[in-house]
């Protein structure tokens, strides 16, 4: 089993201007294991289409266990992948990873 170090990508919606609101993105640093590497590819119009199926077992720290249903990707390798489930398995989070996150992403360091 592989050691996962990486970080997590967390949505917060808040109000930007009266009656407008954004989803704001919070990056959090976490140690887990990765449990399962496979990817597979989809056949799309002009090119196929990359899809991930690993999992993340992450443990899981206050703000985690709170914000799970928040979690919207996983930086790993280099790429932002979307989180596509979480399964709470305390004291772990097993985040299953899917297709390449196209979104809004945290701040830059």
């Known amino acids: 089993m592989a050691k996962f170090y990486g ?11 009266p009656g407008i609101w954004k989803e704001v993105i919070t990056e959090r640093s976490h ?5 399962k ?6 056949n799309g119009d002009i090119n196929d289409n990359m899809t991930i199926n690993n999992e993340i077992s992450i443990m899981a720290d206050p703000y985690a266990n709170l914000n ?7 930086i790993w390798s280099g790429v932002h992948w979307k ?5 709470v398995n ?3 989070l097993i985040l299953n990873l899917g ?5 809004d992403e945290g701040p830059t360091a």
Not at 31 to 35: A, N, R
Not at 99 to 103: I, R
């Open 7 to 17: 970080k997590v990508g967390y949505a917060e919606t808040t109000e930007v201007t």
């Open 31 to 35: 140690y887990g294991d990765v449990l």
């Open 37 to 42: 590497i496979s990817r597979r590819l989809a």
């Open 68 to 74: 799970f249903i928040n979690m919207r990707y996983v």
């Open 83 to 87: 989180v596509s489930k979480v399964t």
């Open 90 to 92: 305390p004291p772990r």
């Open 99 to 103: 297709g390449v996150y196209n979104g």
